[in-house]
């Protein structure tokens, strides 16, 4: 029997010759001492703060740290390959001498790819100290040296394509969008590995930002907001303050129709209202998302509480009557756009995998700005579920867009909406995203303030902050017993999710300072050694979906703690369809490891009648019970129709 819970849409290559740019001579030196920071480390405002990189580590075998290996041992590694074989690095070979000739090969922002890949690499060398990306990084660092500009100008599509001139289509080019990426990549490598040659190409390319688009200067923004962020954590890992002035420029000015109407409208690119007034979350979902994540980065350096007013309203837009259950967002595949509020289908929903990943950014940084435990339970619903499910099992073959629902019959052949995972796109935006965001993972999973250590992902591993460590033994999100272990004196506090209503807690050699309350944190105050045991309740819950959710109205989808479950048609007895399914929610449920025995009934259809029918007779149906999997290994056993929303019985 289900304890059933109204879901109200959540609460919630090589290449050595000196650079374009410079002489032999000015070629900076190779290495200097890491930063071991991670993503974000804001300098100023921040009420907690992210744990430097070897201060949080993650448990091999948990699911968080099993799957971070698996980004180390292939997927980064795939992606690499693949920039060889879709052509992003040929696109840079071409523009030095003697590089292969032919166009520019694929999309006009392919260079991205390259890039998001780089800092996957960087935060992977921070974490494990692998060395088996050298070859790579030498190799690249002298591309990217070559091709830049002596003005610091960098970008293969508008170099590369006759006709096209830098900055004239900035509704289009994603120029600002890929030097955004090339900076992130070069924190990362120097965060993560002290490489200094990354850095000082990104630093050339936002001085020129700077330069151009400065006070007095041309007020241009990006069709693709990405810089925004990007240039904040420049400034924070250089503490040069333009750069911070120029990501503020960029989102102050975003929001006049300086992009013109575009294909899709200024909402498109939200510069349909100012930042401060764009309180729906609207337009395309990653976009939305990036700049969403730069103006709290831009709350988080400035401290302008106008701009968090305006963030944490356009928080409860997007993820209070516009996200699916599996933390995906952007229903429509039209333009990769916001829906209307609760136009959340579940067959077609687009749900990008990019869309989830920028969600987590932009819930990390309110977090840090906050402390509220509903940015990092929207954190894990996330990861658990919608990134999860992006990637195979085996780390290279992905999901692009992350539907709750595939029919029978579907036509699983397009790239827009295929069957199965496939190893890459020509739209690749989204592996190497997820190879960048693994190898960082960790670094979402705890923070530090003045008093102690902060639990926000529950997870096995060791984190440690303001003297005090805890080892933290978990099975999560499969089992709902924690135990942690900490050494030295200082507050723990643990999130409790929400749904975790009958949470218990039990502390040996510490004191509780506040219980465990479901949406809350428990907070032990700890001294030599402490012991807190947590028991999070996983009996499998229905929730409800939305009344205003049409396309899914009376269903139910099946949770265990915050694991969302789905049907597939392999697990049906032959003869019943995923469509004919009808869940009993009064009939007893079975765990069987990490999948739950199911009862209902097959619907028998009859094939004469028309879509739109007279209500038919319940009489016939077939009474059966059948398997649900979590969501996130769907489609791992070849191509099948699939369902999260059940229809009851
Ligand atoms: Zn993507």
């Not at 984190?463 to 709902?480: I, N, Q």
Request: glycine share 10%.
């Amino acid at each position: 029997m289900f304890p059933i819970v109204f879901f109200l849409l959540c609460r919630v290559r090589g290449l050595t010759d000196a650079p374009r740019g410079q002489s032999r001579g000015q070629l900076v030196s190779l290495r200097t001492t890491p930063t071991p920071a991670g993503p974000v480390a804001p300098r100023r405002t921040a009420r907690l703060t992210p744990l430097p990189s070897p201060a949080a580590r993650l448990a091999r075998g948990s699911f968080l740290g099993a799957w971070q290996e698996l980004n180390a041992d292939a997927t980064i590694g795939h992606c690499v390959d693949n920039l060889e074989t879709s052509g992003v690095l040929a696109n840079f070979r071409r523009l030095v001498d003697g590089g292969p000739q032919g166009a520019f090969q694929g999309f006009w922002f392919a260079d991205s790819d390259l890039y998001k890949t780089l800092e996957a690499v960087g935060w992977e060398i921070g974490r494990s100290g692998t060395d088996r990306w050298a070859e790579l990084l030498d190799d690249v660092a002298g591309l990217l040296e070559r091709v830049q500009e002596p003005d610091g100008y960098l970008n293969t599509y508008v170099q590369g394509t006759p006709g096209e001139q830098r900055f004239a289509r900035p509704d289009y080019t994603h120029e600002l969008y890929c030097a955004g990426h090339l900076v992130q990549a070069a924190v990362a490598l120097h965060r993560g590995s002290g490489d200094e040659r990354f850095l000082a190409v990104a630093r050339r390319i936002a001085d020129l930002i700077v330069r151009e688009f400065g006070d007095d200067a041309r007020a241009l923004i990006d069709g693709h907001p990405e810089v925004e962020t990007a240039l904040i954590e420049l400034y924070r890992e250089t503490g040069d303050e333009a750069y911070l002035h120029a990501a503020e420029l960029q989102i102050e000015r975003r929001g006049y129709g300086l992009l013109g109407p575009g294909h899709f409208g200024a909402v498109y690119f939200q510069d349909h209202a100012p930042v401060r007034e764009a309180t729906e979350a609207a337009g395309h979902s990653v976009r939305q998302l990036y700049l969403a994540a730069g103006v709290t980065d831009l709350y988080l350096e400035n401290g302008d509480e106008s701009l968090l007013v305006a963030q944490e309203k356009l928080w409860e837009s997007a993820f209070g009557t516009k996200m699916y259950v599996i933390g995906g967002h952007g229903s429509r595949h039209r333009d990769e756009a916001y829906g209307d509020p609760y136009e959340l289908p579940p067959d077609r929903a687009y749900a990008e995998t990019c869309a989830s990943i920028a969600a987590l950014q932009w819930c990390w940084r309110l977090l840090l700005a906050t402390g509220k435990p509903r940015y990092a339970e929207e954190m894990e619903r996330a990861l658990v579920n919608a990134i999860a499910a992006s990637t195979s099992e085996t780390g290279t073959a992905f999901f692009y867009s992350n539907p709750l629902q595939l029919r029978t019959g579907h036509d699983g052949t397009s790239e827009d909406a295929p069957s199965e995972r496939l190893p890459w796109y020509r739209c690749a935006c989204c592996p190497p995203n997820l190879a960048r965001l693994l190898a960082s993972v960790h670094a979402y999973a705890a923070t530090g303030d003045d008093t102690g250590l902060q639990l926000h992902l529950i997870t096995a591993g060791e984190f440690s902050a303001a003297g005090l460590t805890a080892k933290v033994e978990t099975g999560y999100p499969y089992d709902g017993d924690v135990l942690i272990v900490t050494r030295g004196t200082g507050e723990l506090s643990v999130r409790v999710p929400s749904w975790a209503t009958d949470a218990t807690a039990e502390v040996t050699g510490g004191k509780i300072l506040a219980e465990a309350t479901p949406g809350g944190y428990l907070r032990v105050a700890c001294t030599g050694e402490t012991t807190v045991r947590i028991a999070l309740p996983m009996t499998p819950r229905l929730v409800r979906a939305d009344e205003r959710v049409d396309a899914v109205r009376g269903c139910v989808a099946v949770l265990r703690g915050p694991v969302v479950y789905c049907v597939e048609q392999a697990d049906l007895p032959d003869g019943v369809l995923v469509e004919q399914l009808r869940l009993d929610p009064a009939a007893a449920v079975t765990e069987e490891g990490t999948r739950l025995r199911l009862s209902g009934f097959a619907r028998k259809d009859d094939p004469d009648l028309y879509p739109a029918h007279e209500p038919a007779p319940a009489a016939g149906d077939e009474s059966i019970t059948f398997t649900a999997i979590p969501y996130h290994s769907w489609a791992n056993r070849g191509p099948g129709a699939m369902r999260v929303w059940l229809p009851l019985a």
